[in-house]
């Protein structure tokens, strides 16, 4: 769930760096602290439920590469970054601020592997049984192994 509400902060100018800090990153995150943060949480929700609905995007197209569209491999999402490239000591990066496609959809492709595999490893194993796990993603994993 907070991975919605990154997206959703992220679209609307606020820095989601602190996404990665711990506590942060996955559903099992402490409650809102407040009424504020309780209603951005709901907004976020809504904003995830209505973007699937006709007319709501401009471009149909839009959510296509939401980490919850079906259609993909089932993985977790990556980290999304926002301006500025530094944060409390935290940047982003280095591939994401290339410029090189290919290296940043590599990027993407391994943290999605890397988040899913240590949150998630039941998502990785079906998506292994469904032959969407590569010979890099595996490789990508065994060398992980022990960081996980």
Same mark, same amino acid.
């Given at each position: 769930m907070w991975i919605l509400q990154s997206r959703h902060?992220? !679209?609307?100018?606020?820095? #989601?760096?602190a996404i990665d800090l711990p506590? +942060?990153?996955?559903?099992?995150?402490a409650p809102p602290a407040s009424v504020e943060? %309780?209603? +951005?949480? #709901?907004l976020a929700?809504?904003?995830? #439920? %209505?973007?699937?609905q006709p007319g709501v995007l401009h471009d149909e197209d839009s959510h296509q590469l939401d980490s919850f569209n079906p259609a993909l491999d089932g993985l977790l999402d990556c980290p999304h !970054?926002?301006?500025?490239? +530094?944060?409390q000591g935290l940047g982003v990066p280095a591939p994401l601020l290339s410029g090189h496609h290919a290296q940043i959809e590599r990027w993407r492709r391994d943290q999605r592997l890397l988040v899913t595999a240590r949150h998630r490893p039941d998502l990785l194993e079906a998506a292994r049984a469904r032959g969407q796990i590569t010979r890099a993603d595996e490789e990508l994993l065994a060398r992980s192994q022990g960081l996980l």
């Open positions: 902060f992220a !679209y609307h100018g606020w820095n #989601v760096l506590g +942060q990153g996955r559903s099992k995150g943060e %309780a209603a +951005q949480t #709901v929700l809504l904003d995830a #439920v %209505a973007r699937l !970054y926002t301006r500025p490239e +530094q944060w």
